[in-house]
Each structure stands twice: as C-alpha cells, then as structure tokens.
C-alpha cells in the first residue's frame, strides 16, 4: 500500500518555466488537495478537489492550476513560475467524511532561481 | 475565518519529561481536530485524530484532549525521548468546507 506518493522529490526551475508536480493516492480517497509550506506562514492551501471533475481554490492559489480527471490523480500545475513559489509542496487525501483522517505526501522542495 | 494557534512556538525538555503542547482555534463549528508530526525535510505523519464527539485519543505515550467549547486541544507526550524530537502540527477540519487548517507548529527538542 503505496499511500499518496509525490514526484518529484526534488525541483529547480527558471523563472517562467512551467511544470506539473504529481500527487498519486490508491486508497480511493475522494478528497484530495495541495499545500505549500513556506518558513513562518505553516501550511497553506493552494487548491484541493473533492471527487473527480470536481476542483476548487483555496487560500493561495494564484499561479497554480488543477485538474481531477481520476481518483487516484491530482496534478498541480505551475504555468510559469516565479521565484515567490520557492517552497515545499505537500499533498494530502482522505475520504469525504469527516471523521477520518488525512494522509500526506513525503513532499516536493521546488526551487525557482 | 478559521485561525488556528500553537503554543509555544518552540519547546526544549531534557529526556523523561512529561510535556504538553497547545492548539486553540477561533471557530469551535469543527468536524474534528488531528495531530501530526513532521520531521526535516519530510512529509506529515498522522498521530492521532479526535472527532468532533470526542473528548480525547489515545497511541501510546500520547494523549489528546479536545474541548470544542473552548476552542483549545492539547497534546499530552509522557516520558519524552530523544525520538520524540520534531515539529508537531495541529490541524481542524472546518466543518462547512471540510478543508484542513493548519498551526504555524511547535518545535520540539528532547535532550538527552
């Protein structure tokens, strides 16, 4: 049992450049999302999705896109990075219930320079 | 808006100790509370889950409390050890969106 499983582990970017950060779950967990922890400011939500199709904003979510189109997937997109999305990435996923608990990604560091 | 607190920011014990740390939130209208560890550089570790109904959970050397009224959680760590050395995150699942919302953390060194 993989659990929520992110790549990469590690990212160096130039400014403008785009990528996508991967987040994959096989515990079919309907709710998935993103955070970015960055020194002082804890964990921040940037997008998160409560079923396939289905996808929203959260705190932070200026320069990042989304998209659900599996269960088990949850791409984050950075359409043209800037050196203020220097920070560590975290996804997390659960069951769309509120009495179980979420489970977290090893994380992705991304550098932008 | 949800605002959740940790306190104190950072905590040094030497080994053996009993040790409390402190989460308080400022909407009580909450599905449940969680607790996590995060070591460097590394992802979150779920260490224990209080619902709503619940007044406190039990692993181990753990114990949390919750006490929706008063907007406050704690998490009680018996006998500390040197392993015990991370940054423990509290986190509520509000109740209208089901997002999580984290504290800035506390940062714990046991010394041996």
């Known amino acids: 049992n993989a659990g929520v499983t992110q790549t990469p582990k590690f990212q160096v970017l130039k400014t403008g450049q785009s990528m996508t950060l991967q987040c994959a779950q096989d515990?079919?967990?309907?709710?998935m999302s993103w955070y970015r922890q960055d020194p002082g400011m804890g964990l921040r939500l940037i997008h998160y999705?409560?079923?396939?199709?289905?996808?929203d904003q959260g705190e932070v979510p200026n320069g990042y896109n989304v998209s659900r189109s599996t269960t088990e997937d949850f791409p984050l997109r950075l359409l043209s990075a800037a050196p203020s999305q220097t920070s560590v990435y975290f996804c997390?996923?659960?069951?769309?219930?509120?009495?179980?608990?979420?489970?977290f990604g090893q994380g992705t560091r991304l550098t932008v320079v | 808006k949800q605002e959740v607190t940790q306190i104190p920011a950072a905590l040094s014990v030497p080994e053996g100790e009993n040790l409390v740390l402190n989460c308080s939130f400022t909407?009580?209208?909450?599905?449940?509370l969680q607790w996590f560890r995060q070591d460097p550089g590394k992802g979150l570790t779920s260490l224990l889950l209080?619902?709503?109904?619940?007044r406190e959970q039990t692993s181990g050397r753990l114990n949390a409390s919750l006490d929706k009224s008063s907007g406050r959680s704690t998490l009680y760590i018996a006998a500390s050890q040197p392993g015990d050395s991370a940054t423990y995150l509290c986190?509520?699942?509000?109740?209208?969106?089901?997002?999580?919302?984290f504290g800035q953390g506390t940062t714990l060194q046991v010394k041996p």
């Open positions: 997390a996923s659960s069951y769309w219930s509120a009495n179980t608990e979420a489970f």
């Open positions: 515990m079919n967990h309907e709710y």
């Open positions: 909407d009580s209208a909450i599905y449940n």
């Open positions: 999705s409560v079923g396939a199709g289905i996808t």
């Open positions: 986190a509520v699942i509000a109740s209208n969106t089901g997002k999580l919302i």
């Open positions: 209080i619902q709503s109904s619940q």
